[in-house]
């Protein structure tokens, strides 16, 4: 089955021409079969390279043997060690030193971090990548954004898109179902992040489309009514979530960002990843997000509570910058700079009074942190703190300093502005 973009390209009533860089994505059984054949026909032939893992080396070397004519002969394959593999600048500078400078496109075998490793040295090489997803685990395959640790500071990188993308149900289907439970909570977590993205179009203005917005709720939508099916290994509804995954990378490349698929639930992430008031968390990134998403919904929620928003109002003194100095230490200079200008000078008294019924229905649109743990549950999610290596006591300080580790508008920035 090759997945339609047509119909989502181009101009649109939000004012943009939505483009979309990445040309066809294949989604079957056997899709390896046809890379050297798409391959060729997008003009993508001689000296490529492909990256993997420890992990998903056998899959690899069976794309290899596909496409062998079209790699780099001296070095085909390039396996990164999966033990302790992550985003960041370390393992990218391990993997830049395996490619010869004659590589002329790469093919990304792997989940998350081989996308993310191989997304940001294409980016740098100026070179075309192809993406062979190996597990319905992350929205990253077909996205453009890199969210990676720099020098300890989590930081988000525009990447580049794959070419194409291979997604092969011999291949998915059959992954460890802890990647597909993550790969659950990643695409679950869009309810905030869509919520976020509405709360900085009605307060900040800031632009918004409704044809991207309707992309990412409806493919959430129908991966939250087949949970049980995915959870019992059904091969369509494990597509749907396959699907759902690969929507979000597009509706990255269709806005240009990844505003529509990026809020506070993983501001949250991004703040325990840096381990400022905690050690280093032990999970999957979709494990970490499904996390943040009830920790961040929990907290929104209690805005609903509110009848009389006048009544708790807080004067906003501006950023809390002595206790950010204090958490986030060396890492607190890039964070101040993060935040400039602060979007919340903006929001005045009479501007969060005005839109509050509106920011309540926001809130009050998306499934509550009470009806979406039993569903995670119930399909192997994690949802407690503990479940993924963090101590729950952290939660007033995370919920208190997350906001700050990027600029974005969310719903949990503009709750700073009243007594919850
Ligand atoms: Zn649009």
């Not at 929205?139 to 898109?161: C, E, H, L, R």
């Not at 006048?310 to 890039?334: A, C, N």
């Not at 019924?357 to 999610?381: D, F, N, T, V, W």
């Amino acid at each position: 089955m090759e997945i339609n973009l047509a119909q989502l390209k181009g101009s649109c009533e939000c004012g943009r021409n939505h483009a979309i860089t990445t040309k066809t994505i294949i989604m079957e059984p056997g899709a390896i079969n046809r890379i050297l054949d798409v391959t060729e026909a997008l003009e993508i032939k001689s000296m490529g390279c492909i990256i993997c893992d420890t992990n998903t080396k056998d899959f690899a070397e069976a794309v290899a043997l596909k496409i062998s004519a079209n790699l780099y002969i001296h070095k085909p394959v390039i396996v990164l060690q999966a033990d302790g593999l992550e985003a960041s600048d370390k393992c990218v500078q391990e993997a830049e030193a395996e490619i010869s400078p004659y590589v002329s496109w790469l093919a990304a075998v792997g989940s998350g971090t081989v996308h993310t490793i191989t997304r940001f040295l294409a980016n740098k090489m100026k070179i075309p990548f192809v993406s062979v997803p190996t597990a319905a685990a992350t929205d990253g395959f077909a996205g453009t954004v890199n969210t990676m640790s720099w020098n300890g500071y989590i930081k988000t990188f525009t990447g580049v898109a794959p070419l194409a993308v291979f997604a092969d149900n011999d291949i998915f289907l059959n992954a460890p179902y802890r990647l597909t439970a993550a790969g659950i909570s990643e695409t679950l977590s869009k309810y905030m992040s869509l919520a976020d993205w509405k709360c900085g179009n009605i307060f900040l203005n800031e632009p918004f489309c409704e044809r991207v917005y309707e992309l990412i709720k409806t493919a959430v939508d129908s991966v939250f009514e087949n949970l049980p099916a995915i959870h019992a290994g059904d091969a369509e509804a494990c597509e749907t979530l396959m699907l759902s995954l690969l929507m979000a990378g597009i509706s990255m490349q269709m806005w240009g960002d990844s505003r529509p698929v990026s809020g506070g639930e993983r501001q949250l992430v991004q703040f325990w990843d840096m381990c400022v008031v905690n050690k280093k968390p032990n999970a999957l990134q979709g494990e970490k997000i499904g996390v943040g998403l009830l920790t961040a919904l929990r907290h929104c929620e209690k805005a609903l509570q509110i009848a009389n928003p006048e009544r708790k109002m807080l004067g906003y003194e501006g950023m809390p910058q002595s206790v950010m100095k204090s958490k986030f230490g060396p890492m607190y200079e890039s964070v101040l700079k993060e935040n400039q200008p602060d979007p919340l000078k903006s929001v005045t008294p009479e501007i969060m009074l005005e839109k509050f019924p509106e920011l309540q229905k926001i809130i009050s649109s998306i499934p509550s942190a009470r009806k979406l743990r039993p569903h995670m549950q119930a399909a192997g999610c994690m949802t407690k703190m503990e479940d993924i290596g963090l101590d729950s006591g952290i939660i007033p300080d995370s919920l208190m300093l997350a906001p700050f580790v990027r600029r974005r508008f969310t719903v949990m920035r503009v709750l700073k502005l009243l007594k919850i």
